[in-house]
């Protein structure tokens, strides 16, 4: 074990190169894919079929697709055609592209499952389409998909363990480095502690934006209760049989 964890020491400044361009990959994948999602989600009810087409055509394009042979022609393909990008941007590129497809459809679905009294409570202020989009609906909507976006968000950081397929040297390919110099069990374990970390830091950042946006709808506490350790019942305590 101490073999193992000398070769870890001189394996760290690598780990932490990967880690990097792991976060890269994920926090410029998920900007890409908010972005895609957005968009995409807003053209899928648009009232002119050629628009909801056509959102629909990219959505089941990038979904119906396999992200490995998405990042394969972005980064083999293209330069045939004397398009020829980074590994990092088309890594970038290529989650933010897939992952934005299915969170096109959290928006979309968000966008439904607003009350149809609020949009008929704009139309009755005359409220202009972007005007009511942007101050009423969006954010009642934006509360509601931060859920899925966060189960999106953790996908996406586990996606980025296939950019190695295209020369790059991420978390996982720095662990199966590891591995060689250790053993399967110390660099995996290593693995799923880092990948773990990761992900719940994701995950609270979520969770904060989506106190954030109920709390500013009147649903919900302020971040500041939210942090604020629940206090034992103790009325009903001890009351059991």
């Known amino acids: 074990m101490t073999e193992n964890f000398e070769a870890l020491a001189r394996a760290l400044p690598r780990i932490l190169e990967g880690m990097g361009i792991t976060l890269t990959l ?7 894919a908010l972005v895609v999602a957005i ?5 899928a009810r648009a009232q002119k079929i050629l628009i909801r087409g056509l959102a629909r055509f990219v959505i089941e394009f990038f979904r119906g697709t396999s992200l490995v042979v998405q990042l394969f022609f972005l980064f083999f393909v293209l330069p045939l055609f004397g398009v020829e990008l980074s590994p990092i941007l088309v890594g970038i590129l290529g989650l933010g592209l897939n992952y934005g497809a299915y969170g096109a459809e959290v928006v979309r ?26 101050r009423v609906i969006f954010p ?12 999106l968000l953790i996908l996406l950081l586990k ?10 040297f991420d978390l ?3 662990l199966d480095k590891l591995r060689i110099d250790t053993d399967v069990f110390f660099a995996y374990s290593l693995g799923l ?8 830091v994701l995950h ?19 971040m500041r209760k939210a942090l604020a350790a629940p206090a034992p019942d103790s009325k009903g305590a001890g009351q059991l049989g």
Request: charged share 10%; no cysteine.
């Open 109 to 134: 679905g968000s966008l439904n499952s607003v009350p149809r009294g609020q949009w008929e409570a704009t139309v009755a202020l005359s409220m202009s389409p972007v005007h009511r989009m942007r």
């Open 140 to 151: 009642q909507a934006w509360a509601l998909m931060l859920p899925s976006l966060d189960n």
């Open 193 to 200: 502690i880092l990948y773990f970390i990761i992900a719940y």
């Open 26 to 32: 994920t926090l410029g994948g998920a900007a890409l």
């Open 159 to 168: 996606g980025t363990a296939i950019v190695s397929f295209i020369t790059m």
């Open 39 to 43: 968009v995409l989600g807003l053209m």
């Open 172 to 174: 996982t390919a720095s």
């Open 204 to 222: 609270l950042g979520m969770s904060a934006l989506e106190i954030r946006a109920k709390h500013r709808l009147g649903q919900g506490g302020s």
